[in-house]
């Protein structure tokens, strides 16, 4: 009989980082995952940001898979990766969720036989549920690749959703666009949700349609922790938010900064 008392450690394994970045369009999350050290992007189709900023000398020269079309490809470049001696030191994913859809499709094609309609993957949203597991063995899988050593950015376009309120009235908020299933096993999975958007002041609102001119929105935000209006995370003692300095390589060196200065949670 093991004696577990015995196996009580105040020990901790210090791992790299996960991260989620989300943000509206034009937000710089691409320049801004480019500046971790030794950044590999895992493209998705029709993801070509990075290509066209590093054409223009906009980021640093990173390396870069083939555009990924099937989700097989992702699992083998994965497992290779984790194998490999020569795995990069930062894997960016761009996108995850153009990622997911490779993981839907190839569900409904295995599963449904390429039927998309109510009558197979949109069965009571049955190919969304069908689709969770696999991807949590993907996790499961980039796990493994940050105990080796690599961090691990997965990059999300952002949407509105209408948030069910128990306690009162529903309301809106930023979220990572991936299905609530694979959000929620997704955001367990970081150490860090960032969501990325820009300050706007409302200014002149009108009494009667209740509306107001935007002013603004030119200052990037870098909101770490989760609020009504949008979905945030960080287990190192980040502040709230952070202003960015008006370049990604100023932007990554103050989270690096503040990530040095915060006390892990």
Known sequence: MSDWLKKLSTKAEKRPDVLVVHGVEGSGKTSFAAQFPGAAFMMSENESGLLTLASKGLVPSAAHFPTFGQWSDVIEATDEMISSKDRPRTLVVDTTNGIESLLHSHVARDKYGGDWSKKGFLNFQEGYKVSVPIWREWLAKLDALRSAGTTVVLLCHTRIENFKNPEGADFHRYVAE????????????????????????????????????????????????????????????????????????????????????????
């Open 178 to 265: 991936l299905h609530p299933e694979t959000l929620a096993a997704t955001k367990k999975f970081a150490d860090v949700v960032l969501f990325l958007n820009f300050h706007v002041e409302v200014a002149e609102v009108n009494d009667q349609s209740g509306r107001g001119k935007g002013k603004g929105g030119r200052t990037r935000l870098y909101h770490c922790e989760r609020s009504a209006a949008w979905d945030a995370k960080n287990r190192h003692g980040l502040p709230a938010q952070f202003v960015g300095k008006g370049s990604a390589e100023k932007d990554f060196a103050e989270f690096v900064r503040l990530v040095k200065a915060g006390v892990v949670g």
